[in-house]
């Protein structure tokens, strides 16, 4: 590997979706005492409905919506000095209409883009998804870094019209790079994650035929790690990496994993009995497609659909470019998931 060229911190660093579940994470990593602490001030933009308690108390908290370009100038008042921008904002399940795909992850990320180039952002750190590029062939596929643009439902639609948003502005002089976690996990998990540790624990997830399916996963640490080497080592704007644990897993082992991690932390964890045919993940797939056609978003459908999907990525760019290093595999982040849970008074 050649030798990687770094960049010191800047002297502001600001967080878009700081509220949300990476949002948090990165926040309180760039604020802590740990590897990632740096000083200056860290600046999260956190819509004006949403409760910052669990924030961190070192956040400067500015109040707007990425969905307001108007609101967005404000992220930058008082600030001298460099600034980088890492744009963790975005929606995954809407709970309103299909329309947040496009408001939010699409037009959200182009007035984000314009706003950091009107004020001169250093470096912009977009955080985007595996679902612009939809599933994989087979079970030994992986996505590589220049893999062709094929979207997965609304979803990926909106996050490829995102990447395609932030290349425009590359194309027009912005310093803007790209990660692609796909699945992740972690501390500051939202309550679907708090379902799915449920559903394990009581044997009901749902397995889809043998359970091959193979999935990369991304604990939260690593791809804290992956933004902040991908914001702080000198390389061509408009680059993009994959971001994930080192290795894929199949559906089955990250089930039994969970179920592991659950019974170390002292949970009594039912023998999983939930077993579905293929067919009823192409089945739910149909449903999702027809309901999205006509303006619906139904999670459990989507959730369902995907379960037989291959959804692999190869990390290899990252390492070499990025000196990416996942330091955290899924049986260890799942405990410190799961302790989390437990340090909050969450039930499972």
């Excluded at 919506?65 to 108007?70: A, K, L």
């Excluded at 039994?256 to 993940?281: C, H, I, M, Q």
């Amino acid at each position: 590997m050649s030798e990687l060229t770094t960049i010191d911190a800047p002297a502001t660093t600001i967080v878009t979706g700081a509220s949300g579940w990476l949002g948090t994470g990165l926040a309180t990593a760039l604020t802590g005492d740990g590897e990632y602490a740096r000083g200056g001030t860290i600046r999260g933009l956190v819509r004006p409905e949403e409760p910052t308690t669990h924030l961190p108390d070192d956040l400067d908290v500015v109040r707007g919506d990425v969905t307001d370009p108007t609101s967005l100038d404000a992220l930058f008042d008082g600030l001298s000095g460099p600034v980088d921008l890492i744009h963790t904002a975005g929606v995954i399940h809407p709970a309103a209409s299909m329309d947040e795909f496009d408001a939010v992850n699409h037009v959200g990320t182009r007035n984000v883009m314009d706003a950091a180039r009107r004020h001169g952002v250093r470096r912009v750190v977009h955080v985007s998804s595996n679902s612009p590029f939809g599933t994989n062939g087979a079970r030994n596929d992986r996505f590589g870094n220049d893999e062709p643009y094929h979207p997965y439902l609304g979803y990926g639609r909106s996050k490829m019209d995102g990447e395609l948003a932030v290349l425009a502005a590359v194309e027009d002089g912005l310093n803007a790079v790209m990660v692609r976690p796909p699945w992740f996990y972690g501390p500051h998990q939202p309550a679907r994650q708090t379902t799915f540790f449920t559903m394990v624990k009581k044997g009901r997830f749902p397995i889809l035929g043998d359970g091959g399916q193979v999935r990369s996963m991304t604990y939260i640490d690593n791809l804290v790690q992956g933004i902040v080497r991908a914001e702080l080592t000198a390389t061509d704007a408009g680059k993009a990496w994959w971001i994930a644990d080192a290795e894929p897993y199949t559906v089955q082992e990250i089930v039994e994993t969970v179920g592991d991690a659950l019974r170390a932390e002292g949970f009594e964890v039912k023998p999983n009995s939930f077993k579905l045919p293929n067919l009823a993940g192409t089945v739910a797939e149909k449903i999702d497609t027809a309901a999205q056609k006509a303006g619906r978003y139904v999670t459990q459908f989507h959730v369902l659909g995907e379960m037989n999907k291959n959804i692999a990525v190869d990390i290899s760019a990252a390492r070499a470019d990025l000196g990416y290093d996942p330091q955290f595999a899924l049986a260890a982040g799942m405990r410190n998931s799961i302790r989390w849970c437990l340090d909050q008074g969450i039930e499972l």
